[in-house]
């Protein structure tokens, strides 16, 4: 590369990636062909519309990777043709959310998702979110004594609140999704089941996770989390339910974006060939095995796991622990003076605010990626333990000066 300052920065972000431990429950790194491709000369060409109908010319081989790619998504999940269908423009998980509700949802009516706060996304109805300024939103959390979803009073609040969607899939909770009675709830206010299983769709991929396909209308996924491809993301809509396909079309193209990023489908597409291999279940397993491992070891050593584990590749650890422990903001710092990067996050009925929360999320996917197996995890638990104990101590000793 000619351009030296740019250069520079990009070695430092490799040098960081490369000595630092990656436990941020969303990130991974990808293959060299998936940075191939997103380097290639794909980035150069305009392509709005959709295969066959587009705007300008010179599109064939646009139409090519993009087919490619919707073949590739289709075949990953084992879903018929005649029965799904795919968009794979989305840039990212946040307009592919939008793009959603805009097509099946009339602005002002009620959509229902996790509380941010209780471990669902932004766009799935924080008022911070667009979508939560152009939706009415119901949300839900887990149960005060579980920390778990309450699939009886997510029940009752969709009887009551009859919205016309549903959002299951979370950035923040560590267990295993029932679909069918997430079915069942939505069927009962006659509303759509939209899964966004952006955390898990490399777990759904390797068969490590229960798949939402059978029971959604609309699943929406990002890219580049467990899946380990580039930052994007996908939508599947059933072909057979009222022209959902159609609809979800129009709203990402028009309705929220311009021109795909053809660079970007073709690096998605080049990710979801490499899912579609033995060794990724593999990588699948052994994500959720180390999550396990992780989460065991920081229990055993005195740290509160939300909900006494995991069935993901991700959990939360509440470091605050009533104010007998360490804040979240204050962990996550230390933990990065270390080497070891994670995110602070609130855990559910947290009594600390967002920007400094009462507990860490931590995910196992990069470090899996990494060939890191248990031994590793308990390595590194013993470190986050050391640190944070570390940590506490000089936070108590400041505070008797
Ligand atoms: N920011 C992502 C996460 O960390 O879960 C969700 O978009």
């Known amino acids: 590369m000619k351009d030296k300052q740019v250069l520079k920065i990009i070695r430092a972000e490799r040098a960081r990636q490369k000595k630092t431990i990656n436990l941020i429950a969303s990130e991974n790194y990808v293959s060299?062909?998936?940075?191939?491709?997103?380097?290639?000369?794909?980035t150069n060409k305009y392509a709005e519309g959709y295969p066959g109908l587009r705007y300008y010319?010179?599109?064939?081989?646009?139409?090519?990777?993009?087919?490619?790619?919707?073949?590739?998504?289709?075949?990953?999940?084992?879903?018929?043709?005649?029965?799904?269908?795919v968009n794979v423009q989305p840039l990212s998980g946040s307009p592919a959310n939008l793009a959603v509700y805009a097509a099946l949802v009339p602005f002002g009516e009620t959509i229902m998702g996790m509380a941010l706060d209780q471990g669902g996304h932004l766009t799935h109805g924080s008022k911070a979110?667009?979508?939560?300024?152009?939706?009415?939103?119901?949300?839900?959390g887990v149960s005060p004594k579980t920390e778990m979803l309450d699939y009886a009073e997510l029940l009752r609040i969709a009887k009551k609140e009859k919205p016309r969607l549903i959002i299951a899939g979370f950035t923040a909770y560590s267990r295993a999704i029932d679909w069918r009675k997430m079915r069942t709830i939505a069927n009962a206010a006659?509303?759509?089941?939209?899964?966004?299983?952006?955390?898990?769709?490399?777990?759904?991929?390797?068969?490590?996770?229960?798949?939402?396909?059978?029971?959604?209308?609309?699943?929406?996924?990002?890219?580049?989390?467990?899946?380990?491809?580039?930052?994007?993301a996908i939508i599947f809509s059933r072909i057979d339910k009222r022209e959902l396909p159609g609809k979800i079309d129009k709203a990402v193209f028009p309705g929220i974006q311009g021109g795909p990023h053809l660079n970007q489908i073709a690096a998605v597409a080049v990710a979801l060939a490499e899912a579609t291999r033995p060794d990724?279940?593999?990588?699948?397993r052994q994500i959720i095995k180390n999550a396990r491992a992780l989460a065991d070891e920081l229990s055993r050593l005195g740290w509160r796991i939300v909900s006494h584990g995991t069935d993901t590749h991700l959990f939360l650890v509440d470091t605050w622990m009533n104010g007998t422990g360490i804040p979240?903001?204050?962990?996550?710092?230390?933990?990065?003076?270390?080497?070891?990067?994670?995110?602070?996050?609130?855990?559910?009925?947290?009594?600390?605010k967002p920007s400094d929360p009462s507990g860490i999320r931590l995910g196992t996917a990069a470090q899996t990626t990494r060939g890191m197996k248990e031994s590793d995890m308990i390595r590194i638990a013993r470190r986050i333990n050391a640190v944070l104990r570390r940590a506490m101590q000089k936070r108590n000793r400041k505070s008797l000066k």
Not at 129 to 140: D, E, F, P, R, V
Not at 329 to 350: C, H, M
């Open 32 to 42: 060299s062909d998936v940075r191939e491709a997103l380097g290639s000369e794909l």
């Open 57 to 85: 010319a010179g599109n064939a081989h646009s139409d090519e990777i993009e087919n490619l790619c919707k073949q590739r998504a289709l075949k990953l999940f084992h879903l018929d043709k005649k029965k799904w269908a």
């Open 129 to 140: 979110s667009l979508a939560g300024k152009l939706w009415k939103h119901i949300s839900y």
């Open 190 to 232: 006659a509303a759509y089941l939209h899964a966004d299983m952006s955390h898990i769709a490399g777990l759904v991929a390797g068969g490590v996770s229960a798949s939402p396909f059978p029971y959604a209308d609309t699943v929406m996924t990002t890219t580049h989390k467990t899946l380990r491809g580039p930052r994007s």
């Open 280 to 284: 990724f279940k593999s990588y699948a």
């Open 328 to 352: 979240g903001k204050a962990a996550s710092d230390a933990l990065e003076r270390a080497g070891i990067i994670v995110n602070k996050n609130t855990i559910p009925f947290d009594a600390r």
